[in-house]
């Protein structure tokens, strides 16, 4: 029998991996994104190349990590991979632990840091906030936000550690300052209270939150009902472990009465003459895949919000936690001043005269509990005001 000649195949095979490499690499140089909404992100472009960079090993490094961010069809490897490693079992990817709610719905939960390391930072911490408390002698709060993880411990993996031990501990201390940490007696029975794709609270967990604080402050708290924004939010989480079967969340907010409310927000340069004027609620937030920036358009360093409420001024240092919790604040004070450690350029020195110069009535101190545990920028800040107020 005459045998077929089949020498054709493995250069067709060859001339379709060629034209699959030439149309990968003309993709990645004609086809740019500036940023990856899935993975909400800048992406690398194309780097310039000079003699320095190129010696250094610089440029070779950004244009590697050019060639990966704009892959063709990189967003769509990406969920197929992390889809793989979850049908293999794997339950934490990308710094995300995966695990699920009692209707079987994914839940996602930010990774847990090491236990030593935040033990020492959240004392650091609260010592640097007692001693502002004393400095200043203004009555001052510390709210701190549990993280989702502590709230829905029961929705987490199997090998998930537990949460906030080591805040919750340090917190039911003795501290010059007053500290709160809410306890959310109901969250296994309310899934609402944070999202299941992002590690925030929802303006109802928010609410809550906002009751315990008006219990210690004095305050008389308003009632709310809420009022659906979207029904297709996919948070933080859901970049870093972006399935593509996950039911995305519900944002909401509530009907308080924020007419004849003016913010305006900066990084802090120039103190309160240098911000512009914001929104308090950012309509084109819900356009965007982080649609959380709707309070506030996101994070400032110095942010200035004034309000017809009859009631004096509050000064406040926050993480993104408070851009939902803030606008319930509007009801009792006239003045707030917020001020973001992570994101202010000002000096010391100029946030000191700021806050001698606005004479707040109170304190408050908004952080979540794994930002409060992590984060390097509060401590520092208010050792620092802790010697030049008053």
Known sequence: ??????????????????????AAGAGIFLFQRESSEIENRELQQLPSPDAGSVLSGEWQKEFE???????????DFNAFGVTVRYALGNRLIGGAYIGKTPDGSVRLFEEKADDEKRASRVSDTLAAADAFSRACGIPTTLLIAPSSGDVYYDDTPSFAPPFDLVIKAEAKKSHDCAVIYPSFPTASDDESLYFRTDHHWTARGAFLAYREYADET??????????LLS?????????????????????????????????????????????????????????????????????????????????????IFKDSFANCFVPYLTTHYSRIIMIDPRYYRGSYTDLAALFDETAPDRVLILYESANLADDTYLAPMLNALAGKVG
């Open 218 to 227: 004095g305050l008389t708290p308003i009632n709310v009902s809420f009022e």
């Open 1 to 22: 029998m005459k045998e077929k000649d089949i020498t054709w195949a493995p250069r067709l095979i060859s001339a379709l991996f060629l034209i699959i490499l030439f």
């Open 231 to 315: 029904d297709s939010f996919y948070g933080t989480l859901h970049s870093k472990a972006p399935l593509p079967f996950i039911t995305p969340d519900v944002l909401e907010k509530s009907d308080v009465d924020v007419s004849g409310v003016r913010v305006s927000a900066g990084g802090g340069f120039g103190g309160m003459d240098s911000l512009s004027e914001i929104q308090l609620y950012s309509e084109a937030a819900l356009e965007i895949k982080d649609k959380y920036q709707y309070f506030l358009g996101g994070n400032y360093g110095l942010t200035v919000i004034e309000s017809p409420a009859d009631g004096g001024t509050l000064f």
């Open 65 to 75: 990590d050019f060639t990966s961010d704009q892959f063709p069809f990189r967003d």
